[in-house]
């Protein structure tokens, strides 16, 4: 067991209502670094709470976006599209988000504004 890498992503409480039909979670990156490999491989990178969003819209499809937290989380996950956090409480990110299904819209103030 000792060569095994959880998955280091754990999804918070939720979901929270952004209105409209549409709601997300939090998701924190912290491997288990109980486990000899993570530690190893994570050693120099610490835990970040809310990295993630998973915003679900009025269609019932989810999408990751990832929150723009420093250089050594962008270089970590390669081509993940990054949103700025404008404010942390309540909620709003830039640029705007566009859904699977081509739900598009904002989220501002902690809330979903159709673009």
Same mark, same amino acid.
């Given at each position: 067991?000792e060569?095994?890498i959880q #998955?280091p #992503?754990?999804v918070?409480p939720?979901p !929270?209502?952004l209105?409209s039909? #549409?709601s #997300?979670?939090f998701?924190?990156?912290?491997?288990d670094r109980?486990?000899?490999a993570?530690n190893?491989?994570?050693?120099?990178?610490?835990?970040c709470?809310?990295i993630?969003?998973?915003?679900?819209?009025?269609?019932?499809?989810?999408?990751?976006?990832?929150?723009d937290?420093?250089?050594i989380y962008?270089?970590?996950f390669?081509?993940?599209?990054w949103?700025?956090?404008d404010?942390?409480e309540?909620?709003?990110?830039?640029?705007?988000v566009?859904c699977?299904?081509?739900?598009h819209g !904002?989220?501002?103030?902690?809330?979903?504004v159709?673009?």
């Open positions: 067991m060569n095994v #998955f #992503f754990y918070g939720g !929270f209502d209105g039909g #549409f #997300f979670r998701a924190d990156w912290a491997p109980t486990i000899p993570n190893e491989r994570y050693r120099d990178i610490p835990d709470p809310r993630h969003i998973i915003v679900k819209c009025r269609h019932g499809t989810e999408g990751v976006c990832g929150l937290r420093g250089e962008r270089g970590m390669g081509n993940l599209q949103w700025t956090v404010q942390e309540p909620l709003s990110i830039s640029p705007s566009l699977k299904d081509g739900c !904002f989220i501002r103030d902690g809330k979903w159709d673009a």
